[in-house]
């Protein structure tokens, strides 16, 4: 079985490195326990127990990562998923609310939420707490998009 590795992609590499950085800087500790070599991260990242994803600055933004456990979560895989517009993470009743708090990252750098409804491709619904989304910026403070996780979801009938 071809097992997906999109940790040994240079573009997944940077983009992990983004993500781990940008947490640190906002939240003043680490986003995972992880050393080792770029690519090392990048696999420990993909690997985490909880989900983290992020998309771009498009204007209607398009997830550009997704670790093993959102993809699981979306119901999706690695093609689909970083061809999907991120609004497609929330029901069409919880778009303005999730507009909402993307707006307010953009302003204040991060937000840390209690509780959202999100949906699978498939149209499974979960319950997400504990979750947090940060700005992503690169090399002299350029923009790249924003990044989130969360650490509990269960999910609902």
């Known amino acids: 079985m ?5 940790w040994k992609q240079e573009s997944v590499i940077l983009n992990s490195k983004l993500i781990i950085d940008n ?7 680490p986003l995972l ?3 080792g070599t770029p690519e090392e991260m990048a696999k420990a990242l993909f690997e985490a127990p909880h ?4 998309h771009g600055t498009e204007a209607d ?3 550009n990562y997704g670790n093993r ?6 119901e999706v895989s690695w093609e689909e998923l970083t061809q999907m517009p991120s ?3 929330a029901p069409p009743m919880d778009q303005e609310e999730r507009l909402q708090l993307l707006k307010t990252v953009t302003e204040n750098g991060y937000i840390k939420q209690g509780k959202g409804i999100r949906i699978s491709r498939t149209g499974q619904r979960f319950l997400i707490s504990d979750f947090i989304v940060w700005n992503l910026f690169g090399d002299r403070e350029n923009y790249c998009g924003q990044a989130a996780t969360f650490s509990q979801w269960e999910k609902i009938d």
Do not use: D
Not at 69 to 74: I, N, R, V
């Open 23 to 29: 947490f640190q800087h906002w939240m003043g500790k």
């Open 51 to 54: 989900p983290v994803f992020c």
């Open 61 to 63: 933004p398009i997830y």
């Open 2 to 6: 071809n097992e997906i590795q999109p």
């Open 33 to 35: 326990e992880i050393t």
């Open 87 to 89: 609004r497609y993470s």
């Open 69 to 74: 456990k959102a993809m699981e979560l979306w």
